[in-house]
C-alpha cells in the first residue's frame, strides 16, 4: 500500500513523529505540506496528515491543505496531532472539514511533545522533554497503521 505523508512543523516536533512513522512504513513518502491555492491531485491508497495544534485548532496551512487536495475515490485518511496537551476538538475540526470534502478521516491521533508557544510557558525543564519524547517514541510504535 503506498502511502504518502504530509507534515507541517513550526519548530520541529511534528517532522521528527513524522519521520519515524515515514522509516516504519512500507512504501512511504514525505513530504512538507504545501502551502496550496490550487487543486493538488494524488494518487495514494494512504495519506497521512501530521501537523502542530495552534491554538485548539488546525493551522491554516492544514486547512488550505485538505481544501485543495483532490485524491481518486475510498483513499484512506490518517492523521496526528502534535501538541503541548491541549489538543481540544482539533481532529473533529479535521474530520468535519474533511466529510465537508466528501473525503474520510479513519484514524485520527494526538501525540504530546513538549510546547513552543512561549506565552503558555515554553517546553519546561530538559526532564521533562525527555520524558515526552521517550512516552511519544513509544506511542508512534504502537500506531496502527504500523501493525
Ligand atoms: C501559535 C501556537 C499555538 C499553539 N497552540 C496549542 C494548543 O492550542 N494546544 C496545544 O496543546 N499546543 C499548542 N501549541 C504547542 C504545539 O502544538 C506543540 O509544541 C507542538 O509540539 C509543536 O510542533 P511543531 O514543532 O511541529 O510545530 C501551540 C504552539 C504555537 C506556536
Given at each position: 500500500m503506498k502511502t504518502e505523508l504530509y507534515v507541517y512543523t513550526g519548530t520541529g516536533n511534528s517532522l521528527w513523529v513524522a519521520h519515524q512513522l515515514a522509516v516504519e512504513l512500507k512504501e512511504a513518502t514525505l513530504d512538507f505540506m504545501p502551502l496550496l491555492s490550487n487543486g493538488l491531485e494524488k494518487e495514494a491508497d494512504r495519506v497521512g496528515i501530521i501537523f502542530p495544534v495552534h491554538i485548539w485548532g488546525l493551522p491554516s496551512r492544514v486547512i488550505r491543505f485538505v481544501n485543495h487536495l483532490k485524491v481518486k475515490p475510498g483513499t484512506y485518511f490518517f492523521a496526528i496531532a502534535v501538541n503541548a496537551g491541549q489538543p481540544a476538538a482539533t481532529l473533529l475540526q479535521l474530520q468535519k472539514l474533511m466529510s465537508n470534502r466528501k473525503?474520510?478521516?479513519?484514524l485520527g491521533y494526538s501525540i504530546v511533545l513538549p510546547s513552543n508557544y512561549i506565552p503558555w510557558g515554553?517546553?519546561?525543564p530538559v526532564e521533562t522533554q525527555q520524558r515526552l519524547f521517550r512516552n511519544a517514541q513509544e506511542k508512534v510504535k504502537r500506531l496502527p497503521m504500523l501493525s
Open positions: 473525503l474520510s478521516l479513519s515554553g517546553p519546561g
